[in-house]
């Protein structure tokens, strides 16, 4: 069955410093791969969406990759700052008329001043 | 038009009952998803609608849960004889900008606790 594969353990970053998630799967071949941010309490927040012809996808202080030979995805933040501190989910997505998104476990990341 | 609006934002109900939890849409978005979250975890999918469409539903989902978006606006989810174990945070998601991309739109969620 399909699979992702996040950190499950917290990651804890130096504030200044740059912040490297990472999202592996299993057992399916997205042609989209997704990131979402989610606070505690709300529900999750769109921020960057990779296509699997693009090696990496930039939005101001953020990266995405997308590696189809590894089956993964980095997602990094640069000059992290302790407001970036969320729990930040990846969630692939085929290339058929199935819009479901199949979504991972999310890693919880913390920026300490 | 502000957003995903659930209601209520919290709920807490005795075992054995029946509750309802409002979706509204972006209004524009036709494609609407229920989703279930537990502590540690990503959102569960539960089911998906095309317009007024019920779509799918997840092989998962007891019976006793039922959804519906009559019109293809708003959408209710309704668990009947609520057990422990439904105690979750329900989100509802909408989407519909693009024809093969589907980034969701999610609401605050509606946290259940049954006791």
């Known amino acids: 069955s399909q699979k992702i594969e996040q950190n499950s353990e917290a990651l804890n970053i130096q504030e200044g410093k740059t912040a490297t998630l990472t999202c592996n799967y299993t057992?399916?071949?997205?042609?989209?791969l997704q990131w979402y941010r989610q606070d505690p309490g709300r529900g999750p927040v769109f921020l960057l969406l990779i296509r699997e012809n693009e090696k990496e996808k930039r939005k101001e202080r953020l990266k995405v990759t997308f590696d189809t030979t590894l089956k993964q995805s980095l997602f990094h933040i640069t000059a992290s700052q302790p407001a970036d501190s969320a729990t930040y989910l990846c969630a692939p997505q085929g290339s058929d008329s199935n819009y479901q998104l199949i979504w991972g476990a999310g890693t919880k990341l913390i920026i300490k001043p | 038009d502000t957003g995903v609006s659930q209601n209520p934002r919290h709920k807490i109900t005795k075992r054995g009952q029946n509750v309802t939890f409002r979706c509204d849409p972006i209004s524009e978005h036709n494609r609407l998803y229920w989703y279930r979250q537990t502590l540690g975890q990503g959102p569960e999918f539960l089911t998906y609608?095309?317009?007024?469409?019920?779509?799918?539903k997840s092989r998962l989902l007891s019976d006793r849960f039922s959804a519906e978006r009559p019109k293809g606006s708003f959408s209710t989810l309704e668990i009947q004889r609520t057990e422990q174990g439904d105690s979750a945070m329900y989100l509802c998601a909408s989407s519909g900008d693009s024809l093969l991309v589907d980034i969701q739109y999610f609401g605050a969620g509606t946290r259940l606790s049954v006791l």
């Open positions: 057992n399916y071949s997205p042609a989209y």
């Open positions: 609608f095309q317009n007024e469409a019920q779509l799918e």
